[in-house]
Nanobody, 128 residues
Framework: QVQLVESGGGLVQPGGSLRLSCAAS????????MGWFRQAPGTDREFVAA????????YYADSVKGRFTISRGNAENTVYLQMNSLKPDDTAVYYC?????????????????????WGQGTQVTVSS
């Protein structure tokens, strides 16, 4: 079983940047497809970004495409989410998640129920 711990959240002004990290213990993250999701108060958890096991394919929500970048740091056993040009609408708790089964297709990477392991989340607040 893998344990996931997110870090890097905080308060940032609109237009600013943050880099979230998802560190793993117990297993190497190369065994998992990884995703980032977020949840604002009163809303459902929504997909943000995902990366396949090899790192060769990435997926993004339309709302973050061109601003956010997901990547793997294999030596660090960590997955990152670089967030640029942040907007107040990006305010949420951000969760990383790991997927053990091998799926093909965007649907499986972007659907929360397809992920098996979740971190506790890190708060991101975008406000002036």
């Amino acid at each position: 079983q893998v344990q996931l711990v997110e870090s890097g959240g905080g308060l940032v002004q609109p237009g600013g940047s943050l880099r979230l990290s998802c560190a793993a213990s117990g297993r190497t993250l190369n065994n998992y497809a990884m995703g980032w999701f977020r949840q604002a108060p009163g809303t459902d958890r929504e997909f943000v970004a995902a990366i396949c096991r090899s790192g060769g394919s990435t997926y993004y929500a339309d709302s973050v495409k061109g601003r956010f970048t997901i990547s793997r740091g294999n030596a660090e056993n960590t997955v990152y989410l670089q967030m640029n040009s942040l907007k107040p609408d990006d305010t949420a708790v951000y969760y990383c998640a790991g997927q053990t089964k091998h799926y093909s297709g965007r649907y499986y990477y972007t659907t929360a129920s397809m992920y098996d392991y979740w971190g506790q989340g890190t708060q991101v607040t975008v406000s002036s």
